[in-house]
């Protein structure tokens, strides 16, 4: 039941001691809550409300919204309030027939609804009594009556329709703004609070809705329902698959719970319920599939959870970094949390291998993957309920790994770019940053940004929220030879995924060696060129790399491999050296290579931990001497490979 019970006791408290009358609950209302002594569970939120709190002691609970009206789940019941009503409002004899009809006529009419509760709210038992005893006899021949409790329990839902966000202003109906004064008038009224009657409202978030509710200057308390728990979402899975005869091959109930993180009672009733009926084998990837729809429609597409196939494996080179991935990860399981990083920012030119290393990282932890996705959309449209939703659900994910691509076109330096809306993107955006420094999710939300320009970012990107900025640099030959051997690796366990194949006929190590040292250009007369065969006949000969090569990163290598595949599949051959010296002779280096240098210059001076600098080669020299020169130098000495060589 999430954290609903311990609402439903803060709700008593707050109740009882007349302290308030008027309760916001967001967030996670629509859901079902699992109550083991009720049959009808899993119930609503007006249901456990009703049951389980002073919510339910009311003689009339009543619920409200614009689709369906004024409701009494009791028709019974119904009458008799509307005999009670025309009794409090002292509506004459002759009159009640009239008003009955234009109450049921009217019934969906917020205007005319908070006029009728404005009046009946402020009454208590002790004026019905006095105003009709036979009545009120009637209303209590099968309750208890205790002083604490009202006449009325009022359930108002789906508040984002009637009271949307901005309702104050001039910029919306005045029916929005007449119900927003409505119910506030109704929350600040000490004469309803003596009454002993309450107000309920539910809603999906306190950003949809209009921000005077969730101010308890105006005398409204707020309670989160959160999502499911682990343990919430075992009991629910074993709760349900007791109704059927399950198939005996489901996963656990364990596995269930772990993997299905981030979703509600009502995603896992309905998916396990239909499961479990036909007999479908009730699968991790099945359950992904759900969790991913869930989180996709939650998040309004923001973010998206992605199950990463490959490890180390996948990941050529780069020792140092698999090195730390494992220390991280591991500190994370002993619960080391002071050990964690907040954050970790990956810095280098496209290609070097960051998205990779952020995915190994969530596969080798066993955890969900989740990536942001056009974060800047956030600011825009429903931004405030897009915002606390992804946040939401990014705690509900937890342990988990965060990874925004491209961070920098995301976060850049509030001022640098003018937005026209007084502030708003600025404040939202502050608000995310405070949000991924909240300590508490100290190794339980991992941060993960990728970023080809670390000096752009807007300087609250710092460390206490990314506390490790890491360099990945264009890899020199000897680690490109373990970067193709993983890309093999990582295109087989992608085909068997997918139950298809992918077929490489036996390499020897000379060939793929010699593949890995061609995999670089140099600039001749303003454009990049590759290899000539001169170049590969004195790269079979020696190890030695050219001065003023331009390297390959990994991912211009994948994609020279998909290029071979493609070029093999022609010929109905597995990839072979050929394949991969065809799709290289037909490749042409993009221009926009030229630009790597700065972004590797970039990554090495922001830079916090030294040990992720290359030990040896080009980079260790590069790196000495950007460093040496300090920030505001643009030297790059005898690197500047953009140096145009026309010999």
Not at 55 to 65: K, L
Not at 225 to 253: C, L
Not at 405 to 432: C, I, L, P, T
């Amino acid at each position: 039941m999430s954290n609903l019970g311990t609402l439903a006791k803060d709700l008593d408290n707050k109740y009882l001691s007349r302290a308030y009358h008027t309760f916001l609950f967001y967030l996670n209302t629509s859901d079902k809550f699992l109550v083991d002594d009720d049959p009808r569970s899993p119930l609503s939120l007006r249901q456990y409300l009703v049951s389980r709190s002073s919510f339910g002691q009311s003689p009339f609970v009543i619920q409200f919204n614009i689709s369906r009206g004024l409701k009494l789940h009791d028709r019974d019941k119904e009458r008799l309030f509307l005999d009670v009503i025309v009794t409090l409002l002292k509506i004459p004899p002759d009159d009640r027939e009239y008003f009955i009809k234009n109450f049921k006529d009217r019934r969906k009419d917020p205007e005319f609804i908070f006029s009728i509760f404005f009046e009946i709210l402020r009454s208590s038992p002790a004026d019905l009594k006095e105003l009709n005893v036979d009545l009120y006899n009637r209303v209590y021949s099968n309750q208890k009556l205790e002083p604490n409790f009202g006449l009325f329990s009022i359930y108002i839902n789906h508040l984002h329709n009637l009271m949307p966000s901005g309702s104050a202003t001039s910029g919306y109906s005045t029916s929005d703004r007449q119900s927003l004064e409505s119910i506030l008038e109704l929350a600040q009224s000490m004469k309803i609070r003596k009454s002993g009657n309450i107000l309920v409202l539910a809603g999906e978030s306190l950003a949809s809705v209009a921000s005077q509710l969730s101010s308890e200057t105006n005398s409204i308390s707020c309670f989160k329902v959160e999502f499911p728990n682990q343990d919430e979402r075992k009991r629910v899975y074993e709760h349900i698959r007791k109704q059927f005869d399950p198939n005996p091959k489901d996963v656990t109930s364990t596995e269930f719970s772990r993997l299905s993180s981030g979703t509600s009672t009502n995603v896992i009733v309905s998916f396990v319920s239909e499961s479990a009926y036909s007999k479908k084998q009730i699968t991790e990837k099945q359950i992904f599939e759900k969790k991913k729809k869930f989180i996709d429609e939650k998040s309004n597409g923001l973010m998206e959870v992605q199950r990463p196939l490959w490890g180390r494996e996948a990941l050529g080179g780069l020792m140092e970094h698999k090195a730390y991935a494992l220390d991280v990860i591991n500190n994370m399981r002993a619960g080391k949390i002071l050990a964690v990083p907040m954050g970790i920012m990956l810095m280098g030119p496209p290609g070097t291998g960051k998205t990779v290393f952020a995915e190994m990282l969530a596969h080798e932890a066993d955890v969900p993957f989740i990536k942001y996705k056009n974060l800047r959309t956030m600011w825009h449209g429903e931004s405030e309920r897009n915002q606390e939703f992804v946040m939401e659900l990014s705690y509900a994910q937890a342990p988990m790994v965060g990874f925004f691509d491209e961070f920098d076109q995301q976060f850049q330096a509030r001022g640098s770019v003018f937005h026209g809306d007084s502030g708003v993107n600025a404040r939202m955006q502050g608000r995310f940053l405070e949000f991924m420094s909240d300590t508490s999710m100290r190794g339980k939300i991992l941060w993960l940004a990728a970023t080809n320009m670390p000096g752009s970012l807007d300087m609250a990107i710092r460390e206490g929220r990314f506390d490790d900025w890491i360099p990945f640099l264009p890899p020199e030959a000897e680690e490109r030879v373990g970067i193709f051997n993983a890309l093999i690796a990582k295109n087989r366990i992608a085909a068997e995924a997918q139950n298809i194949a992918f077929n490489v006929s036996k390499m020897s190590e000379d060939e793929i060696r010699l593949f890995a040292k061609m995999c670089f250009c140099k600039l001749r007369e303003g454009r990049l060129v590759k290899c000539g065969e001169d170049d590969i006949e004195m790269l079979k000969k020696n190890d030695r790399e050219f001065d003023d090569a331009i390297y390959f990163t990994g991912g211009q290598m994948e994609n020279l491999i998909r290029l071979g595949y493609a070029i093999a599949l022609s010929s109905n051959e597995p990839l072979a050296f050929k394949h991969l010296k065809a799709a290289y002779d037909e490749y042409n280096p993009p221009i926009n290579m030229l630009k790597y240098n700065d972004a590797i210059k970039d990554a090495i001076l922001h830079t916090n931990r030294l040990r992720f600098l290359p030990k040896s080669g080009r980079w260790k020299k590069f790196a000495e001497q950007v460093l040496g020169l300090g920030q505001e130098s643009s030297g790059f000495g005898s690197f500047d490979f953009t140096k145009d060589d026309k010999k």
